[in-house]
């Protein structure tokens, strides 16, 4: 059999070529480009005398195929999987885990490594080369070298296991979403929705062979509208506990000994290698550094954001009221009221700001602030494969006109797809033989669909996630890094938000919104006096919001920072670790971490303070262009320097103190978020 994986791609830029891609191409590929890297290994270690170059460069360019195939195969497993691909993904999952133990446990691999590292004040490194050289070095030590053998076994059957139940964690959580479904019949009891969602909702009802009925489901253009729109209470409430029970029911799709075993795996690993917890173990390697800063931090903004989240929730409380005689607000009216408050308030609601956000134009205004900021051009070409039909792909040039990188945009919810938003990688930036190898990067959302009667209209939380994504997919787009696994976005847990963070202010801005904000029909400008209500509504509410960020962050150092073998029962546990910051009434047989899909399964354990902490960086940053001019140019040609195109080369606290010449305050995010005054 011919396999495409194992072949030349002969494709546009060398991308991958999803149209000659099948299921049954990826288990011998990863098998063939396993073995092609352990062949890189022992070319390494037959070297006589290990050097810089032909080690820790070698080992940076080792086993390149596989990290290709195996970015292919898991973005698909995110953005387009299926039952043959989640049960390849049991089987790849552990062969990949053992070949990454094979060489971070090899220790005449450890050895070479360790001369060179014992060495280094003698070696005439530039900072790049330096860390990557303590990079592969700590790789090695954080991932069991100096443990004895029988240790080193153990941690083996640790690493396999953590494979195979985060996996099962994450196929939970994407069954649980695709099942749910529920019906309306009248349309009386859609009363609040907007034209438009009723209009997806019939769609979603025709697509399941229902014609003539709305179908709401636990995705998020059709879950969030309905939560924020219906004056159905008893529509909210059904949709609010069947997505907060996801994965909680006690049945085949139930996460919750997924979680213990996942806690008690990463904790024994963690101890195995010499610290206290997997908090501590991950953290070493942050901006943060351990759990007792990380605790600080989020307590201090807790402090400043509580006062004023109770404040908010007792405004809406009368609120509703007032307005309905609600004596009891539950957790099921919390974005219905919070809609009509905001509305009253600032005579705002996202209804009023959709026609001026039409997908295809937000895309483009994206574009054009990329290129106002830093010179770059964007081309949609049809040569290049893309995994489904909704995907586009174009080709990024730089200001000079050179081939930059290439970009994947894919928008829409569909069955093969987990929710959410996020931006991956195919291929990373690097430098091979001379030659600067440009990456290509993703972007993978679920927006609002387009439906019979209407393009896809955003809302504006929506468009700052398109600015956000986008954000992330600058820094791996940008890069200009000499090694792969420094380059982009490979960088600490904790910086790896700013640049997409930074991107969402842009959203605010009315020299930005006037590139794009354009009325879908009359082709009418956003009018002023919509920016400036928008600007002011920025901080509506932010008290209750950074309280409810705060709490997930709270409640993953609580999972990860101690022995979590006297968490007997999740429930229990997550109740009493979100008392002091659940300000609303706990929903009883709820229970968000069986879907806490960023600690369980994605990257972020011991992690989640991260959007916080980046905001702090954000906010601190941007107020340098807010003095100097929002597309102010030495200003964007320094942040793509020091931070975009800089990637992981150095720490980051030296790279952003290039940037903003001196380290980063907290009063910036305070302010903005309205916990302070100005």
């Known amino acids: 059999m011919n396999n495409p994986l194992l072949a030349d791609f002969a494709t546009p830029f060398d991308t991958a070529p999803f149209d000659k891609i099948s299921p049954d191409h990826f288990l011998p590929a990863v098998k063939a480009a396993i073995a092609e890297a352990k062949d890189d290994i022992t070319t390494i270690k037959a070297e006589a005398l290990p050097t810089f170059e032909n080690t820790i460069e070698a080992l940076d360019e080792a086993g390149k195929r596989l990290g290709i195939i195996a970015g292919i195969f898991f973005n698909l497993n995110s953005a387009e999987t299926n039952d043959e691909i989640q049960a390849l993904a049991r089987e790849i999952s552990p062969l990949l885990t053992e070949h990454g133990n094979d060489i971070l446990l090899d220790q005449a691999l450890f050895q070479r490594v360790s001369q060179i590292f014992d060495l280094k004040d003698q070696l005439e490194l530039s900072a790049e080369q330096v860390t990557l050289l303590e990079k592969t070095y700590k790789s090695f030590v954080r991932n069991g070298a100096k443990l004895t053998t029988d240790k080193a076994e153990e941690l083996r059957k640790i690493d396999q296991q953590l494979a195979q139940t985060s996996l099962k964690f994450g196929e939970n959580a994407l069954a649980e979403t695709n099942k749910f479904v529920h019906y309306i019949d009248q349309e009386s009891d859609l009363e609040g929705l907007p034209e438009g969602i009723k209009e997806a909702a019939a769609q979603i009802a ?4 229902e014609a003539g009925k709305w179908a709401f489901t636990l995705d998020y253009p059709s879950y969030i509208p309905a939560m924020t729109y219906a004056k159905n209470r008893e529509l909210r409430k059904i949709l609010f506990l069947a997505n907060g029970t996801k994965c909680a029911k006690g049945d085949e799709l139930d996460n919750q000994q997924n979680i213990k075993d996942i806690l008690k795996l990463r904790h024994d690993r963690a101890v195995l290698l010499g610290y206290r917890s997997h908090a501590d173990f991950v953290l070493e390697e942050r901006m943060a550094k351990n759990p007792d800063q990380v605790m600080s931090f989020l307590n201090a903004l807790l402090e400043k954001a509580k006062p004023k989240g109770v404040e908010e929730l007792k405004e809406l409380e009368a609120f509703a009221k007032n307005l309905d005689g609600l004596d009891s607000l539950k957790k099921w009216d ?7 408050l905001k509305k009253e308030k600032y005579a705002l609601d996202d209804e009023l700001l959709r026609p001026y956000f039409q997908l295809e134009k937000v895309v483009d205004g994206v574009f054009q602030t990329a290129g106002k900021l830093f010179g770059i051009t964007f081309s949609p070409r049809t040569d290049i494969p893309v995994y489904h039909k909704d995907v586009t792909a174009y080709d990024v040039k730089d200001k000079e006109g050179n081939h930059l990188s290439v970009f994947y945009a ?158 007997t029962n999740v429930f229990d546990f997550e109740e009493s670790v979100m008392k002091p910051t659940d300000l609303l009434p706990k929903v009883s047989g709820t229970l968000m971490s069986t879907s806490f899909s960023h600690i369980f399964q994605g990257g972020y354990s011991s992690g989640y303070y991260s959007y916080k902490w980046a905001e702090v960086l954000d906010a601190d940053a941007f107020e340098l262009f807010q003095e100097n001019g929002v597309f102010d140019p030495a200003t964007a040609d320094s942040f793509m320097k020091h931070v975009l195109s800089a990637g992981g080369s150095e720490h980051p606290e030296i790279l952003y103190k290039r940037f903003r010449g001196r380290a980063p305050k907290q009063d910036a995010l305070l302010k903005r978020a309205g916990l302070i005054s100005e």
């Open 334 to 340: 919390f974005a219905y009221y919070s809609e009509l």
């Open 206 to 209: 025709e697509e399941k062979g």
């Open 410 to 567: 894919d928008f829409f919810p569909r069955p093969g797809k987990r929710n959410g938003a996020w931006m991956t990688s195919y291929k990373g930036q690097h430098i091979k033989e001379n030659k600067d190898i440009r990456p290509h990067v993703s972007i993978v959302c679920n927006f609002t669909k387009p439906t019979k009667s209407k393009p896809s209209l955003l809302t504006f939380n929506e468009v700052t996630t398109l600015f956000h994504e986008f954000g992330h997919a600058l820094h791996g787009m940008m890069a200009k890094g000499r090694y792969e696994s420094l380059s982009g976005t490979s960088v600490f847990w904790d910086f790896v938000e700013l640049p997409s963070q930074i991107f969402e202010n842009w959203c605010y801005e009315k020299e930005c919104l006037d590139l794009f904000a354009k009325h879908y029909e009359t082709g009418e400008k956003i009018p002023e006096e919509l920016i400036e209500k928008i600007k002011r509504a920025a901080n509506f509410q932010q008290g209750y919001q950074t309280v409810r960020q705060i709490s997930f962050g709270l409640l993953d150092m609580a999972y990860h920072s101690k022995d979590p073998a006297d968490i």
